[in-house]
C-alpha cells in the first residue's frame, strides 16, 4: 500500500490550498485517515482526522479554517486550508489506517509529506 500526498506550495499569510492524499495497492477497506504536520525543528503533530463514515476531529490550531474530507471509492483523503497563516508552515504527512483482506488486521501507513509555506 502506498500514500501518496500533492498539493503543497508557497502562498501568501491568508490563502488557501488544498492537500490531496491517494492510497493504492491492495487495499480491502480504509477505517480513519488523517494528516499531520510537522514544522522546522517540532514534533509532529495531528491537524485532523476522519473516520470512513465521515466524523471528523481537528486539532484546536486549525478549527474553523481547515475542512479534512475524503472520497471513499478514490481512497483519498483531502485538506482544505483556508486561512492560512505563517504559523501553518510544515510538511504535511498523511496517515491511512488500512485493512488488506477481509478480517484481517490493521496496518498503519504514512505519505511522504508535502510542504507548505505560508509566507509573504
Known amino acids: 500500500v502506498q500514500l501518496q500526498a500533492s498539493g503543497g506550495g508557497l502562498v501568501q499569510p491568508g490563502g488557501s490550498l488544498r492537500l490531496s492524499c491517494a492510497a493504492s495497492?491492495?487495499?480491502?477497506?480504509?477505517?480513519?485517515m488523517a494528516w499531520y504536520r510537522q514544522a522546522p525543528g517540532k514534533q509532529r503533530d495531528l491537524v485532523a482526522t476522519?473516520?470512513?463514515?465521515?466524523?471528523?476531529n481537528y486539532a484546536d490550531s486549525v478549527k474553523g479554517r481547515f475542512t479534512i474530507s475524503r472520497d471513499n471509492a478514490k481512497n483519498t483523503v483531502y485538506l482544505q486550508m483556508n486561512s492560512l497563516k505563517p504559523e501553518d508552515t510544515a510538511v504535511y504527512h498523511c496517515?491511512?489506517?488500512?485493512?488488506?483482506?477481509?478480517?484481517?488486521?490493521?496496518?498503519?501507513?504514512w505519505g511522504q509529506g508535502t510542504l507548505v509555506t505560508v509566507s509573504s
Open positions: 495497492g491492495s487495499i480491502f477497506s480504509i477505517n480513519d
Open positions: 476522519i473516520t470512513s463514515g465521515g466524523s471528523t
Open positions: 496517515k491511512a489506517v488500512v485493512r488488506i483482506r477481509t478480517l484481517g488486521p490493521l496496518y498503519v501507513y
